[in-house]
């Protein structure tokens, strides 16, 4: 497939061209379509560690709620959105490069368990932190 890159960046230039049409006065089609762009981003993330590298990673939403939740704190707290994006991705990146060395350590059952016990740990450390 040769021309693959250039037919993909095809799809998305319509997609963004056809995006300011959509009547976004209507907050579910909003909703949805903010739900597709999170799942596309996590298939896309899943596909490069699972697909290319060949490690199964069970905890892969740790990193994506660890990101968003720092992204609503600073959003109430006052910040700028784009500000907050942009802390939500350093935040989830640095926590990703702190354990990610311990964890890429593991492999076959061990590193998905090894992360799915990461996800869970931070699922239970934020449930009983926040209210």
């Given at each position: 497939?040769?021309?693959?890159?250039?037919?993909?960046a095809?799809?998305?230039?319509?997609?963004?061209?056809?995006?300011?049409?959509?009547?976004?006065?209507?907050?579910?089609?909003?909703?949805?379509?903010?739900?597709?762009?999170?799942?596309?981003?996590m298939?896309?993330?899943?596909?490069?560690l699972?697909?290319?590298?060949?490690?199964?990673?069970?905890?892969?939403?740790?990193?994506?709620?660890?990101?968003?939740?720092?992204?609503?704190?600073?959003?109430?707290?006052?910040?700028?959105?784009?500000?907050?994006?942009?802390?939500?991705?350093?935040?989830?990146?640095?926590?990703?490069?702190?354990?990610?060395?311990?964890?890429?350590?593991?492999?076959?059952?061990?590193?998905?368990?090894g992360?799915?016990?990461?996800?869970?740990?931070?699922?239970?450390?934020?449930?009983?932190?926040?209210?």
């Open positions: 497939m040769k021309y693959g890159g250039w037919l993909m095809g799809v998305v230039l319509v997609a963004l061209l056809a995006t300011p049409q959509l009547p976004f006065s209507n907050n579910k089609i909003l909703t949805i379509l903010i739900q597709l762009f999170i799942v596309a981003a298939a896309s993330s899943w596909n490069i699972a697909g290319f590298a060949g490690q199964i990673n069970l905890g892969h939403a740790a990193f994506f709620g660890l990101g968003a939740l720092t992204t609503r704190l600073m959003w109430l707290g006052g910040y700028p959105l784009a500000l907050s994006f942009v802390a939500g991705g350093l935040v989830a990146a640095l926590f990703a490069l702190v354990v990610g060395f311990p964890a890429l350590r593991l492999r076959g059952i061990y590193f998905a368990i992360t799915l016990a990461l996800a869970e740990a931070l699922n239970e450390t934020v449930s009983n932190v926040l209210p």
